[in-house]
């Protein structure tokens, strides 16, 4: 798992966010032209034998939800997110509308082969319990998350 580098040293649960967490980007994503833009996104789940990324998740939870969009873009039509499963837009429950208007915008219009997702809290926070218990791979995030396109 890889935390965003400007979030690293925010606290956690008595510790910091990045605890457990990788500290450097594997050498094969830091060599990506597109590596300060990967190194920004806020939750990496990476294949640390692969040195590949699973899945991206941008917490848009008072910014910008075009940034977040922008920085999902980057990563999966750059040469790290070829194999990337699951593209994420993690925001508040009332924010949804605002993040389907977004990818209305002409600039997003081609982005239908991404499948992103759209994860809203309230139901991180129903099915937290039962996605931890049950739950292996993304599948128990899919579950809960609503295709945006």
Known sequence: MWIASNDRSRSFGGGKLSDG????????????????????????????????IEAAFEIEHTTSIYSGILRLCDLTFGASGNALEGVYLVAPDDREKEVRAQLQRPAFQGLSSLRMRYLPYGELERNRESMARFGEGLKAIDAVARILK
Do not use: G, H, S, Y
């Open 21 to 52: 967490c990788l500290v450097e980007l594997p050498a094969t994503l830091a060599a990506d032209k597109a590596a300060d833009t990967i190194a920004l996104i806020d939750v990496l789940w990476l294949d640390t034998e692969a040195c590949a």
